[in-house]
């Protein structure tokens, strides 16, 4: 397995921007799909984005399409998450995620990081 460990979460205003980072260990991070969800108490965890190997495809949840951008450097064992025009309900503890299988369900990645906290100010 590889280990993940997120950072750069914070508190923003909304309408404002963030990135995200995850660092992986380990030498075989390129062979992994990486995702990027999201939590808020009392909720299930929610897809956010995720980006196969190569980092050639992509897919985003529609409440994030068109804000919020996943890339990878595989040469730096890293997953980027860059979110813009954040809205209140962005806020939640993003989680990174890498696993062997192209899904969006939290099931299908094996591998998970303790989270970073993202807060949206109205």
């Known amino acids: 397995q590889v280990q993940l460990v997120e950072s750069g979460g914070g508190l923003v205003q909304a309408g404002g921007s963030l990135r995200l980072y995850c660092a992986a260990s380990g030498r075989t991070f390129s062979s992994y799909i990486m995702g990027w969800f999201r939590q808020t108490p009392g909720k299930e965890r929610e897809f956010v984005a995720a980006?196969?190997?190569?980092?050639?495809?992509?897919s985003y949840a529609d409440s994030v399409k068109g804000r919020v951008t996943i890339s990878r450097d595989n040469a730096k064992n890293t997953v980027y998450l860059h979110m813009n025009n954040l809205k209140s309900e962005d806020t939640a503890v993003y989680y990174c995620a890498a696993g062997l299988r192209a899904t969006s369900q939290p099931q299908g990645f094996g591998s998970w990081g303790q989270g970073t906290q993202v807060t949206v100010s109205s």
């Open positions: 980006m196969n190997r190569s980092g050639g495809y992509t």
